[in-house]
Nanobody, 115 residues
Framework: QVQLVESGGGLVQPGGSLRLSCAAS????????MGWYRQNPGKQRELVAA???????NYADSVKGRFTISSDNPKNTVYLQMNSLKPDDTAVYYC?????????WGQGTQVTVSS
C-alpha cells in the first residue's frame, strides 16, 4: 500500500508559478515511478509529468519548458514546479505512484489559473 498526500494547489494569475508537493508513505526508492496527472470535468485524466526511481523524467508536450518534476528522496516527496502558467493549465492535479503493478493516487489538488 502507498498513501499519497498532496499540497500546493490554489489560484494564480496567468504567467504565475505554483509548486505542488506529494509526500509518499514509503521510500521513493521502492516505487517504480511517481508523477502528476491532471483532469477537468468531462475529460480524461492526462499525464503531466513523471519521474522514475532512476530519476528519468517525462513530460507532456504542453508543459515542456514550463514545468519541472523533481524528488527529495529523504523526504519521500515529489515536487512539480509550474512556471508560466496558462489558463489551460487549470485542472485538478493528482499525484500518482506505481508500486509493482499497482497504481496509487492522491486525493487531488485544484489549480486554477485566472486573472
Amino acid at each position: 500500500q502507498v498513501q499519497l498526500v498532496e499540497s500546493g494547489g490554489g489560484l494564480v494569475q496567468p504567467g504565475g508559478s505554483l509548486r505542488l508537493s506529494c509526500a509518499a508513505s514509503r521510500s521513493i526508492y521502492t516505487l517504480n515511478a511517481m508523477g502528476w496527472y491532471r483532469q477537468n470535468p468531462g475529460k480524461q485524466r492526462e499525464l503531466v509529468a513523471a519521474i522514475t526511481s532512476g530519476s528519468v523524467t517525462n513530460y507532456a508536450d504542453s508543459v515542456k519548458g514550463r514545468f519541472t518534476i523533481s524528488s527529495d528522496n529523504p523526504k519521500n516527496t515529489v515536487y512539480l514546479q509550474m512556471n508560466s502558467l496558462k489558463p489551460d493549465d487549470t485542472a485538478v492535479y493528482y499525484c500518482y505512484a506505481k508500486y509493482y503493478s499497482m497504481d496509487y493516487w492522491g486525493q487531488g489538488t485544484q489549480v486554477t489559473v485566472s486573472s
